[in-house]
């Protein structure tokens, strides 16, 4: 399978021994694998870590949920905007979605498979 890196935003982190304890969860719940690289990108404040992710995530398991989609106007934006939207969050888009404040913020529903 092909694979990438990012980093990922994990609050602060101290020293190695604090990454060590707290960056293979980050990963984790990104469905990846910390690759033991770290920075302080705001001191006392904010830490990245950089996790190695699958292109596409497969397994028999899924879960599906709602993200934070920025204001859609219509289902054709929606329908154009939601596989982009998921695949940042390494998810599948369902198709689904609402707006929950109207003309400021809607929800897609998006799949994870695991």
């Known amino acids: 399978m ?3 890196k990012v980093n990922i935003p994990a609050g602060p982190i101290w020293d190695q021994k604090d990454a060590e304890e ?19 990108v705001v001191e006392s404040q904010m830490s990245v ?34 596989k982009t939207i998921a695949a940042s969050y390494g998810a599948e888009f369902t198709g689904e979605w609402k707006t929950i404040v109207n003309g400021v913020m809607s929800v897609i529903e998006i799949e994870y498979k695991f």
């Open 2 to 4: 092909a694979t990438f």
């Open 22 to 40: 707290k960056a293979p969860a980050v990963a984790a719940a990104h469905q990846g694998t910390w690759t033991g690289q770290w920075n302080t």
């Open 49 to 82: 870590v950089e996790v190695e992710l699958e292109v596409t995530n497969t397994g028999s398991n899924s879960f599906k949920t709602t993200v934070l989609a920025g204001p859609l106007w219509s289902n054709d934006e929606a329908q154009k905007i939601g």
